[in-house]
């Protein structure tokens, strides 16, 4: 059996087709750390990286330098965006093309890095759920303090968070870290995005994403977990297999939480990430945060986590139409299964 099922908030379709997970594969994908690394992120080897733009511990950052750092930020070494960044094209959307002239970012002076590598622990974690309690709060805080350091540039448009764990996630280090990219644009796909997730329902009574959280609510087969604050289940018309949605369940911005529902926000990241990695043997992952633009901050967010498989064919390419071999019932039976027998 197989269900098209469409996604109003990314303005997407998936099919969700169990049986393709019975194929034949001939081949392996193999991915194997050299031997014999440094690893560049651990303590002790800070002079390998550029100088930290800053260090933190116990959710703070330090006054002064301080070799007992818990999480460290620093500017990335192989930016996509460096400072020689400029826009080339004659055919820019409107919302964008207000913010340039003629081709010449509105850079601050001095010229600030546009992307950013949060290193989450002095030790050789590989992923978010080896992180302890101090780590994760601080990883936290962090996170958020950054978002509101570069949402206050007048030259960045969208901040844009997200973790790549393992390599067929796109990550190149294996020790555990966040990327941060602060961007002179925000693509029409996030602007499109929070649109479609503001637009209301015919008796105006709430948005297509209130909406849609309360109807997974009241389904729930795909919840995962609901506390007073967040919401986390497998969305219905989820692209990806096994794929979880943390949702706040407040119109607070993620710049604004306090410090309880951050750390319950980290928590529950690190709760489900050791959930997948136990169901589903160690799979590759990102943790990506869906940030609105910068100047509509109060715009809704979320944070997706999405175990990495090899997916993506010639029909996804050709239509953007996802097909999930999971059907997202399946994986959230599985996933209560697991956290019960914890
Ligand atoms: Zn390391």
Known sequence: MSDLRYDPIFGQWAVIAEKRNSRPVEFQQFSQRRAGIDCPFCKGN??????????????????????????????????????????????????QAASFTSGKLATQ?????????????????????GLNDEELSTSFAV????????????????????????????????HSHFQLIAS??????????????????????????????????????????????FLVFCPFASRHSNQIRIAPKSDLPFAELAAS??????????????????????????LIFHLPPCHDMNAPWFVDLVPRFPQSAGFELATECWVNPVAPETAAEQFRNFAKSR
Request: glycine fraction near 2%; charge should be negative; hydrophobic fraction near 35%.
């Open 261 to 286: 529902s951050r750390n319950e926000l980290a928590q529950l990241c690190r709760q489900w990430i050791d959930g997948i990695e136990r169901c589903l043997d160690d799979p590759a992952y990102n």
């Open 184 to 229: 002179p644009i925000c693509t029409q796909q996030v602007y499109d995005r929070i649109a479609r997730m503001r637009q209301t329902s015919a008796d105006q009574a709430e948005t297509v994403w209130q909406n849609r959280l309360a109807w997974e609510a009241r389904q729930g087969e795909r919840i995962l977990c609901e506390t007073a604050r």
């Open 46 to 95: 800070e002079s390998v990286t550029p100088p930290a733009i800053e260090e933190w511990s116990a959710s703070r950052p330090h006054q002064e330098e301080n070799p007992d750092w818990t999480v460290r930020i620093l500017p990335n070494k192989f930016p996509a965006l460096d400072e020689s960044l400029s826009v080339v094209g004659p055919d820019l959307p409107d919302q």
């Open 143 to 174: 996170l958020q303090a950054r978002l509101n350091f570069h949402k206050k540039r007048s030259d960045i448009a969208h901040v844009c968070l997200f973790m790549n764990c393992r390599p067929l996630a796109g990550a190149s280090i294996e």
């Open 109 to 129: 002076s001095p010229a600030m890095p546009y992307q950013e590598v949060i290193v989450l622990s002095p030790r050789h974690v590989v992923s978010l759920s």
